[in-house]
């Protein structure tokens, strides 16, 4: 049994039935639901451990009006629509009509080096599963939340693979109440706090310190929405992806897509469309591959920084004055960006100052003349921080395969709270059983890694999005892990780069330390909801 199977009553099954394609697959549909109770589930999925339909039965269907959705037939009018369609795509090629229609889906019980995959578009929206707010020490149908890859589990190395990862997941239930009892001690709670915002904030605590003894095929639920152009791009690559738990969760996802848009997959397995599509990304991927260790061999690594800016334009703050002058003037760029390089210091001040204005908060930020200019960071951090920071859909990322070769951080928690044997022992069993795997698994190998473990990554992205990012990262409620990568970058702006100007354009940038990340955060929280009473 690849997946454990939810069980509902007669009268569950009932009221769950006209909203979700199936009952029984990890992969399923949101169908005749209001786009914002869709939505709403999906906010609350990502900090929640349950499954998204238990969900809906225990928190959604008894405060919705479904008396009038079953008079809807929302078959009434498909089969023109789908030959209407079929016409206008396949006759005339216009994809743009696959981007009006869109789908809430869900795919649970994914790995996490399943959940990078899915998330790799730009064009879609995700919410995944946090590990910073749900304890993963709970099991489903019995068995710790981790991916049994067939493969894997039916060879000599099976029995072994399911020890190791038992083993971690031993260590992360045992560490979990330990940690959170010195958390406890560390960080006393404070008068005015409640009981509800001090238990959030030191359960988030300790699960931000133990998580990275979980491994990479820690199971994951991600909600997407996504339009049909984006699902057909999806689904191709992962047809052509070497991780077999990739391709076989791709037919999952395929099956329920076509419950609900049927005809804006209709290219994906046909042989002399999408066939040969996936042939060519499989066949590019293998043999750039092969070039590469052709040219680069058994080279080694050299040492290098957490974060390091790899490429910038030292114009590139004059590039951005030009691009904020241009749509005020009626002359061509060229002689935009002369004038610009003329302006004395002062008079640059004032005009960067005038477009980005008094920012009141971080979603204030400049327009698109931001984008003239970009930087691109060689990132060498922590896989868990690493997940966070890939879901950033506005630049480019592009990361080396997940191994034990650049070591492990280890949380200052754990070190505080003398618990780094433990540590280093988890480290240690994830490795082995990462050297065991990898000849005959060489792309499956990365479940058995654990998220402490580093990643090589870079990231490309003009200053728009840096601003975005390095503020939205480094605000007080984040990781430590990813709050100092953010940190870093903003700083290299400034001082490697030399964009000062842009950099002082980032203000709600936090180079501050907070020894509990979430306490500001869930206190905000608790008076919103008095403020709603």
């Known amino acids: 049994m690849l997946y454990a199977i939810e069980q509902f009553s007669d009268d569950e099954a009932s009221l769950l039935r006209p909203y979700f394609t199936n009952l029984d697959r990890p992969v399923f549909a949101l169908t005749n639901l209001p786009e914002v109770v869709k939505g709403a589930l999906f906010a609350r999925y990502s900090r929640s451990d349950k499954s998204l339909r238990r969900l809906f039965l225990d928190e959604f269907v008894g405060d919705l009006d479904l008396t009038g959705d079953l008079t809807v037939d929302a078959t009434v009018g498909l089969k023109r629509a789908e030959q209407l369609y079929e016409r206008v795509f396949l006759e005339y090629g216009d994809d743009s009509v696959a981007q009006l229609g869109g789908v809430h889906l869900a795919c649970e019980q994914a790995s996490n080096v399943l959940t990078k995959v899915l998330e790799w578009g730009r064009l879609m929206s995700y919410l995944e599963q946090s590990t910073r707010y749900i304890p993963y020490d709970s099991r489903l149908s019995g068995r710790y939340r981790y991916w049994r890859d067939p493969n894997i589990c039916d060879s000599r190395l099976g029995a072994r693979y399911v020890a190791d990862m038992d083993a971690l997941f031993d260590t992360y239930r045992a560490l979990l109440p330990q940690i959170y009892d010195w958390a406890r001690e560390r960080y006393p709670k404070q008068p005015d706090d409640s009981d509800f915002v001090y238990k959030q904030t030191i359960r988030a605590k300790a699960c931000d310190a133990v998580r990275g003894v979980l491994p990479a095929a820690t199971l994951s639920n991600v909600g997407i929405y996504g339009t049909g152009q984006a699902y057909e791009a999806l689904l191709l690559r992962m047809r052509a992806h070497p991780l077999p738990e990739a ?215 003009n200053a728009r999005e840096a601003m975005h990012l390095c503020e939205l990262r480094s605000s007080p409620a984040g990781h430590a892990s990813y709050r100092r990568v953010a940190q870093e970058m903003h700083r290299l702006i400034a001082e490697r780069a030399g964009h000062h100007a842009i950099a002082e354009a980032m203000s709600f940038v936090d180079h501050g330390t907070y020894e509990l990340e979430r306490l500001a955060a869930e206190r905000a929280a608790e008076e919103r909801r008095a403020v709603r009473g």
């Open 247 to 461: 391709r076989s969760y791709a037919d999952l996802m395929l099956t329920e897509l076509r419950k609900v848009i049927p005809s804006f997959l209709v290219r994906v397995d046909r042989p002399e469309r999408g066939g040969v599509w996936a042939q060519y990304f499989e066949r590019t991927r293998e043999d750039t591959a092969a070039a590469v260790a052709r040219i680069f061999g058994p080279e080694s690594s050299v040492p290098s920084a957490e974060v390091t800016l790899t490429d910038f334009d030292p114009d590139g703050e004059n590039k951005v004055l030009a691009a904020i002058c241009y749509p005020h003037t009626n002359l061509p760029e060229h002689q935009v960006v002369e004038r610009v390089a003329l302006m004395p210091a002062a008079e640059r001040v004032a005009l960067m100052r005038a477009y980005v204005g008094e920012r009141v908060n971080r979603r204030h930020k400049p327009g698109r003349a931001f984008e003239r200019t970009s930087y691109r960071f060689d990132v060498l951090g922590d896989y868990g921080a690493f997940r966070d920071l890939q879901r950033h859909r506005m630049l480019t990322i592009e990361w080396q395969p997940l191994t034990p070769r650049h070591g492990y951080a280890v949380p200052e928690a754990i070190a505080e709270a003398g618990r780094t044997d433990e540590w280093d022992d988890a480290m240690r069993r994830s490795a082995t059983l990462y050297d065991a795997l990898e000849p005959a698994f060489p792309t499956a190998a990365s479940y058995a890694v654990s998220l402490a473990f580093r990643i090589r990554y870079t990231m490309q992205m």
